[in-house]
């Protein structure tokens, strides 16, 4: 199992949000190139980039900040946030050291993209399904539709999705622990791999998943407030 660091970035900086609030940012640094630079140095395999500006408008909007970190280090990323067409999908992609786009709101609202993009770049789209009391929530996370999380999942059965990233929003950001329950839902559900996040606390919660097959989990605010050793959590997930 993985430990996937997460730099969220907001005006270029390296942020995180409480609940997905855009109005509720903690900046961590001003230097995010710096940061991916730390989480590989502690051993981390893969990195989780988030455009938070372009989630919410729709559009990439930190892809030069996205770039230098991409050039800076040598574990693969992958990359979210207002990835919501061919073209974008296809431009990052392009970029040495891209191991895949993740695509959210448009798996709901244009399920023809995920077909086709799945098609184009294999192994290269993951879905992030993010879910609030269960249901779907789109548009960075402004939008809460009346799908329920696992039947998007289900519907992505044999497109070629490379793994589903399933964040709990009520969690994410509050370091109260993980929605260990929904997310055994989750996984049990598809055969697509599963990645965790949202919640996570301490080292004790990646023990929580102990039994469940997740390709990974996605540690954010935690690893900037200390409550998580990135080292530590990746020398106990490797045990697991």
């Known amino acids: 199992m993985l430990i996937i660091p997460a730099i969220d970035i907001k005006n270029g900086k390296c ?27 502690a051993g981390a395999k893969l990195l989780h980039l988030v455009d938070l500006d372009g989630a919410v408008e729709g559009t990439p909007k930190n892809q ?6 991409v050039a800076s280090i040598r574990m693969p990323v992958e990359i979210g946030g207002g990835v919501r067409d061919m073209g974008i999908i296809k431009d990052y992609l392009g970029i040495k050291g891209v191991k895949r786009v993740i695509i959210g709101t448009v798996a709901q609202e244009d399920p023809a993209l995920i077909e086709k993009a799945c098609r184009t770049f294999p192994e290269g789209i993951a879905v992030g399904i993010d879910a609030v009391d269960g249901m779907v929530a789109t548009r960075g996370w402004v939008k809460v ?4 999380a696992v039947d998007l999942a289900k519907s992505l059965e ?28 989750m996984a049990h559900a598809v055969s697509i791999p599963v990645v965790a996040s949202g ?14 097959k997740l390709e990974g989990v996605i540690i954010g605010k935690a690893l900037y407030t200390g409550d998580i050793d990135l080292r530590e959590a990746i020398e106990l997930a490797e045990k697991l």
């Open 15 to 41: 942020v995180r949000l409480t609940q997905g609030r855009m109005d509720a940012e903690t900046v961590y640094s001003e230097n995010p190139v710096e940061i991916a630079k730390k989480w590989e140095e």
């Open 64 to 69: 030069d900040t996205i770039k230098k970190i």
């Open 145 to 148: 539709t009346k799908e329920k």
């Open 158 to 185: 044999g497109l070629g999705v490379s793994c589903i990233i399933y964040t709990d929003i009520a969690r994410d950001g509050m370091l109260t622990g993980p929605n260990v329950k929904a997310t055994k839902e």
């Open 199 to 212: 919640g996570m606390s301490s080292v004790k919660d990646i023990e929580g998943f102990k039994g469940l």
